[in-house]
């Protein structure tokens, strides 16, 4: 989940929570303030609290107690091994940070993942600005942003330049617009003979397609943002607390 620097107050919850854990103002094994004191402290709302306290028991600081409360768990350690998904470094990290090249801005007929994703009508024309990255001198990925075509005016993304931030920092200062969460699915496919091509991929190479569908406090698509990594070049790796 992507905490803004300016957060809703679920989130800003979550954090000042957080703080306090790693400071050792609720150290592990202690009992976590009941809901009505945390409504009282920190001046927010019953569903607010629920709804932190909920990131707080899904990410492993905080466990709950059948009839007794929820207790701190301290820091996870599964946080410390963490690394950006595919997805998420295209959106926080500026393009000119990487090497690649532009190769396609255009308003486009949307795949059908890709327009359900957007929550479009299936045949539907979104923008799309597609880059094709490289790392130590040979292609590596193809990264694919698609956005309604009304959140793409007014900004860079037509330009064929890389940007100097990161698409979520670009589209908060031009379009307003805050992201909150990704939801992300990943497949294997065969590429078509163009990504093939792109990617320098040998025959009978399949692809892993990440697709994060980037979406704001209210549930709203804002974005989605494809990642195709040559199977044979990449793996995905994982870590999660088991409750």
């Known amino acids: 989940m992507s905490l803004e620097s300016v957060p809703p107050k679920y989130a800003q919850l979550v954090q000042a929570l957080q703080r306090r854990i790693e400071s050792g103002?609720?150290?592990?094994?202690?009992?976590?303030?009941?809901?009505?004191?945390?409504?009282?402290?920190f001046g927010v709302s019953?569903?607010?609290?629920?709804?932190?306290?909920?990131?707080?028991r899904e990410q492993g600081w905080i466990e709950s107690q059948q009839g007794k409360g929820r207790f701190v768990r301290g820091r996870p350690a599964v946080a410390l091994v963490e690394r950006p998904r595919p997805g998420q470094a295209y959106l926080t990290a500026p393009e000119s940070a990487s090497s690649g090249e532009v190769v396609e801005v255009a308003a486009v007929v949307v795949p059908n993942r890709v327009a359900t994703l957007l929550n479009l009508a299936p045949r539907s024309k979104a923008f799309l600005r597609r880059r094709l990255v490289s790392r130590e001198g040979g292609p590596t990925e193809v990264v694919s942003v698609w956005l309604?075509?009304?959140?793409?005016?007014?900004?860079?993304?037509?330009?064929?330049?890389?940007?100097?931030?990161?698409?979520?920092?670009?589209?908060?200062?031009?379009?307003?617009?805050?992201?909150?969460h990704v939801v992300e699915q990943i497949?294997?496919?065969?590429p078509t003979a163009d990504e093939a091509r792109q990617l320098g991929m040998p025959k009978?190479?399949?692809?892993?397609?990440?697709?994060?569908?980037?979406r704001d406090a209210?549930?709203?698509?804002?974005?989605?943002?494809?990642?195709?990594?040559?199977?044979?070049?990449?793996?995905?790796e994982d870590a999660y607390p088991i409750g």
């Open 25 to 41: 103002d609720y150290p592990p094994g202690s009992m976590l303030p009941s809901e009505n004191q945390l409504i009282q402290e």
């Open 46 to 56: 019953r569903p607010t609290v629920v709804a932190a306290l909920r990131v707080l």
């Open 148 to 180: 309604p075509l009304g959140l793409s005016e007014g900004t860079d993304l037509t330009s064929a330049d890389p940007l100097p931030q990161g698409l979520r920092d670009h589209l908060q200062s031009r379009k307003g617009v805050r992201f909150d």
């Open 187 to 190: 497949t294997a496919r065969m």
């Open 204 to 214: 009978n190479t399949p692809l892993l397609a990440v697709y994060g569908a980037v």
């Open 218 to 236: 209210s549930g709203q698509a804002l974005a989605v943002v494809e990642v195709l990594l040559p199977a044979d070049r990449h793996e995905l």
